[in-house]
Nanobody
Framework: QVQLVESGGGLVQPGGSLRLSCAAS????????MSWYRQAPGKERELVAL????????EYADSVKGRFTISRDTVKATLYLQMNSLKSEDTAVYYC???????????WGQGTQVTVSP
């Protein structure tokens, strides 16, 4: 079955960095657009960044542009999110999502907590 397993979350001070990973199994990785979402307490889940299955096309939420970088390694079937200059408002549970390219079904990971606090 399909599994998306996130890792790399944790507690970091404002201005710090974290790198999230999402290891995918049970699917043909290069058939899927991959994305990171986040959900803060009391808020709706929001798109943070997306990378299409061409490994090149990316999109970012305005709030993270210039600070976060999404990337993928097709050989390792792994998605990454490099997060720099973290702010308290980046505190959330971060989820990995795989969506079949050109429209289709999707899968979610279980999430990893990121807390930005002094």
């Amino acid at each position: 079955q399909v599994q998306l397993v996130e890792s790399g979350g944790g507690l970091v001070q404002p201005g710090g960095s974290l790198r999230l990973s999402c290891a995918a199994s049970g699917l043909t990785f290069n058939y899927y657009d991959m994305s990171w979402y986040r959900q803060a307490p009391g808020k709706e889940r929001e798109l943070v960044a997306l990378i299409k299955n061409d490994d090149i096309s990316t999109e970012y939420a305005d709030s993270v542009k210039g600070r976060f970088t999404i990337s993928r390694d097709t050989v390792k079937a792994t998605l990454y999110l490099q997060m720099n200059s973290l702010k308290s408002e980046d505190t959330a549970v971060y989820y990995c999502k795989a969506t079949l390219a050109h429209g289709g079904h999707s899968y979610w990971g279980q999430g990893t907590q990121v807390t930005v606090s002094p």
